[in-house]
């Protein structure tokens, strides 16, 4: 059986949302038994009520210091910001950060990456700057990474009977699993949804049907 991806068109999911009642009003009807249903981490997030204006955030001396010294990337601000740092911070802890950020300087002369996030945590690493997503009222918030992700995915798989699946994408390649039910080949979901079928833009499809993966997987 071959592979197909059904992204699923939503309204616009607010804090006022409950990711369960998400799934149950958009895609319970298009589901059959052995799909995974894939969830974008910032639509789960934003139902925890972890989008948070940029104008309600308060930046301390650390963050103003600390955020000049993140790399740029291509795929997008992250913590080179004041604003998105200052999260970072509120999520992990001052002193957490800044041994992050020591060791992060050690090693960054040998060619080591991934230092600061391994230290500072897998939450700070989700985190997306505000005005990276053009939705609004999104766009001028820091949406956090989810809270408890695998939690919530084995709570859904047992109202729905089918396997969940959290999952933070971009546009240029990069795919990971951050939250599943238990129940999935997380190296292969990720291959599959690497072409990012959620979109990075305007198209309110947080949501993603994989149908024939598990059946492959047997």
Known sequence: MSITLFPIKTNLITEKDNISNVVETFALKFLQQGDIL?????????TQGRAIPEDRIHVGLIARIMWRFVAKVPYGIGL?????????INEAGSLRILIAAF???LTKPFG???????IAGKKTA???????TPVEPFDKCVILGPDKPDAV???LKKKFGIEFAVMDINDIGGSWVIGNSGGIPVKKLEKIMIINPL????ELTPLCIVRGLLKNSR
């Open 38 to 46: 894939v969830i974008a981490e910032s639509v789960l997030a934003i």
């Open 80 to 88: 080179r910001s004041q604003i998105s740092m200052q999260c970072a």
């Open 103 to 105: 060791f992060s300087a």
């Open 112 to 118: 080591i990456k991934g230092i600061f996030y391994r």
């Open 126 to 132: 989700m985190i997306d700057a505000a005005h990276t």
């Open 153 to 155: 995915s084995q709570r």
């Open 199 to 202: 979109g990075q833009g305007k």
